[in-house]
Nanobody, 124 residues
Framework: QVQLVESGGASVQAGGSLRLACAAS????????VGWFRQAPGKMREGVAR????????VYADSVKGRFTLSQDNDKNTVYLQMNNLKPEDTAMYYC?????????????????WGQGTQVTVSP
């Protein structure tokens, strides 16, 4: 089992930047994918970005491509989501999740471990 804790959410103005962190503990060696998801009020949870921590390969949703960047610090078992040029439509609760069964989808079902979420609010 992997435990995940997100941090870094805040309120910013449009055009601003934030860096979210997802710190993992427990059976991190079983993790094949770390994904970031977001959910705005009244909307479905959507995948934002995912990383294969073993290969360092990344995939981004079209809505954030060119603005969001994933990175990792293996010594700290932490994956970061750097978010630049934030827009009001980026406002949501952001969650990180870990999957032990491949890194090929933003469908939530393979992701068995989830953090508690961190709130990002972007004002116009």
């Amino acid at each position: 089992q992997v435990q995940l804790v997100e941090s870094g959410g805040a309120s910013v103005q449009a055009g601003g930047s934030l860096r979210l962190a997802c710190a993992a503990s427990g059976d991190t060696g079983s993790t094949q994918c770390v994904g970031w998801f977001r959910q705005a009020p009244g909307k479905m949870r959507e995948g934002v970005a995912r990383m294969n921590p073993r290969k360092g390969s990344t995939v981004y949703a079209d809505s954030v491509k060119g603005r969001f960047t994933l990175s990792q610090d293996n010594d700290k078992n932490t994956v970061y989501l750097q978010m630049n040029n934030l827009k009001p439509e980026d406002t949501a609760m952001y969650y990180c999740a870990a999957s032990g069964s491949g890194c090929y989808t933003f469908t939530t079902s393979p992701y068995r471990s989830w953090g508690q979420g961190t709130q990002v609010t972007v004002s116009p």
